[in-house]
T-cell receptor, first 113, second 115 residues
């Protein structure tokens, strides 16, 4: 069983740039959720994708967007990067839209300078 | 609305001592409750979860938690700490609504274990 993998592991960008983070879900999972974890805080829900459609979103601006592909992998895109976007971005996969447990990847550490 | 409060951002125990990490929640619907552990430079690993049924939940690595509705608490315990338990622990609440499952996390408690 392959777990959740995220790439890249680390990334440094400049304010105003755009970034794409990638996530491969665990085999058998069809739902992907993205979380932002700022330093010293708990993860915050960004959005969830189920069968290639966004079906839930947290309190994040539209410059945070995503995609889910037919193989259930996913991308998180952030436009017009701000310094406060510096964080660990976690991807989690699960089965269905209900309360099945989330399986997290190791995250992508984004630094915006 | 749902929220989670973890009491104590840092907890330090001696190896072999009892571990107690506190979590209180707020939820307008019967909650599902979780504890996750995060080791340095890693993602989150599920320790245990409560959905329905027995209020004492046993998880991995010797951890357990008890759901107390009257106290809106879900404290995590382990009888005897190991050095390898040093990590960040997060309590989370969820209940699928509107067709999607969202975890709401507390701010975390960093557990230090000293010899």
């Amino acid at each position: 069983e392959t777990g959740v993998t995220q790439s890249p592991t680390h990334l440094i960008k400049t304010r105003g740039q755009q970034v794409t983070l990638r996530c491969s879900s665990q085999s058998g999972h069809n739902t992907v959720s993205w979380y932002q974890q700022a330093l010293g805080q708990g993860p915050q829900f960004i959005f969830q994708y189920y069968r290639e459609e966004e079906n839930g979103r947290g309190n994040f601006p539209p410059r945070f967007s995503g995609l889910q592909f037919p193989n259930y992998s996913s991308e998180l895109n952030v436009n017009a990067l701000e310094l406060d976007d510096s964080a660990l971005y976690l991807c989690a996969s699960s089965w269905g839209r209900g309360d099945s447990p989330l399986h997290f990847g190791n995250g992508t550490r984004l630094t915006v300078t | 609305a749902q929220s989670v409060t973890q009491l104590g951002s840092h907890v330090s125990v001696s190896e072999g001592a009892l571990v107690l990490l506190r979590c209180n929640y707020s939820s307008s619907v019967p909650p599902y409750l979780f504890w996750y552990v995060q080791y340095p430079n890693q993602g989150l690993q599920l320790l245990l979860k409560y959905t329905t049924g027995a209020t004492l939940v046993k998880g991995i690595n010797g951890f357990e938690a008890e759901f107390k509705k009257s106290e809106t608490s879900f404290h995590l315990t382990k009888p005897s700490a190991h050095m390898s338990d040093a990590a960040e622990y997060f309590c989370a609440v969820s209940r699928a609504s509107g067709g999607y499952n969202k975890l709401i996390f507390g701010a975390g408690t960093r557990l230090a274990v000293h010899p």
